[in-house]
């Protein structure tokens, strides 16, 4: 019986060394990553559009507000002019006075066919007929068309959303005056992009495609967030260099706002490990060194910042107490 207790007990024990032993290991070794700065992008329309009058008049109705979505060719406001309505009926009115003319010019026409063909009208009168037929044709065909253009001016009282996107102003209230070509609202288009002010020394490690880091909690994600350069301007204004970024996440954001960007400015040597081979004990960091002989020495390290990539997701840099070669080890 005691036998049996005593080898249970030593299989335990090596089944617990064994385990022990199974730790992972990592070789330690530089790698080259970009050296990144920060800086503070604003996030921008690409176009902002003003929803202009196209006739002038008065603003019987307003329809949005700041801040609202809107789609394109949305109604946001109605200009009227009472003239517009006056004129139409005006014409109107000469419209059925010229279909009278044209009507009695058709029956002296008809009148004077008729009398030419039996040789009791002369020539002369079946010319004068025909001219006045044209002639109340024509200004009748004239007077419409100037019905429908006024028609058409009334209609443009509708002031129509350029495209689709947020309102960021609207200058009037009910009942403003306006002319033709002022501005009743502004409009930020949906497709926000990032712009970037980046110190010209920066500027010349840039380019187009590059990716960008953003911080996550920002756009109210749990971990980093990326972009990507879309357009580098040209021209240097006060030492630095505009840059447009996109990015995923920003719809929500206020139009204007800053948030904090931080682009490659080069490249660097670095040491980044797992953060599992990393503890931390009394506020300091320690990793296990691998020694001669299978043994493991505990020494201090100087944490940086997190660095995930797609091959260490959870890296972090080591910005001192490692050499390359050395080989870690997970406890």
């Not at 879309?230 to 206020?254: C, H, K, M, N, W």
């Amino acid at each position: 019986m005691n036998l049996s207790r005593t080898l249970h007990g030593m299989m335990l024990l090596v089944a617990f060394v064994g385990a022990a032993h199974a730790s992972t290991t990592l070789t330690v070794q530089p790698i080259q990553i970009a050296d990144e700065k920060a800086v503070f992008a604003t996030v921008e329309s690409r176009n902002v559009v003003p929803a202009r009058a196209r006739i002038g008049g008065t603003v019987a109705s307003l329809a949005v507000i700041q801040g609202q979505q809107v789609a394109r060719s949305q109604i946001i406001a109605v200009v009227t002019d009472p003239k517009l309505q006056l004129q139409i009926t005006a014409l109107d009115a000469q419209i059925a006075g010229l279909q009278s003319q044209l009507a009695q010019a058709k029956i002296d026409l008809t009148r004077a066919q008729t009398l030419a063909k039996t040789g009791a009208g002369s020539r002369q009168t079946l010319d004068l007929a025909e001219t006045a037929e044209r002639v109340a044709t024509s200004a009748l065909s004239a007077r419409i068309a100037e019905r429908d253009v006024t028609r058409q001016l009334l209609n443009e009282g509708d002031v129509l959303a350029p495209t689709a996107g947020r309102v960021l102003d609207v200058p009037i209230t009910n009942g403003s005056v306006v002319l033709a070509g002022d501005t009743l609202a502004t409009i930020a288009e949906q497709n926000y992009v990032l712009r970037l002010s980046v110190p010209e020394r920066h500027a010349l490690f840039l380019k187009l495609g590059d990716s960008i880091r953003l911080d996550g909690k920002e756009l109210g994600e749990t971990g980093p967030a990326f972009g990507k350069i879309t357009l580098i301007y040209p021209q240097i204004q006060d030492g630095r260099v505009r840059v447009e970024a996109s990015a995923t996440g920003i719809g929500d954001y206020f139009v204007g706002e800053r948030i904090r960007v931080w682009v490659s400015a080069g490249t660097r040597s670095t040491i980044i490990v797992p953060s599992s081979f990393v503890h931390t004990r009394f506020g300091l960091d320690f990793v296990w060194l691998s020694q001669p002989g299978g043994q493991t020495i505990e020494i201090p390290v100087q944490r940086g910042r997190a660095l995930p990539s797609a091959a260490t997701p959870d890296g972090l840099e080591i910005l001192s107490g490692l050499a390359p070669g050395e080989i870690l080890v997970s406890q």
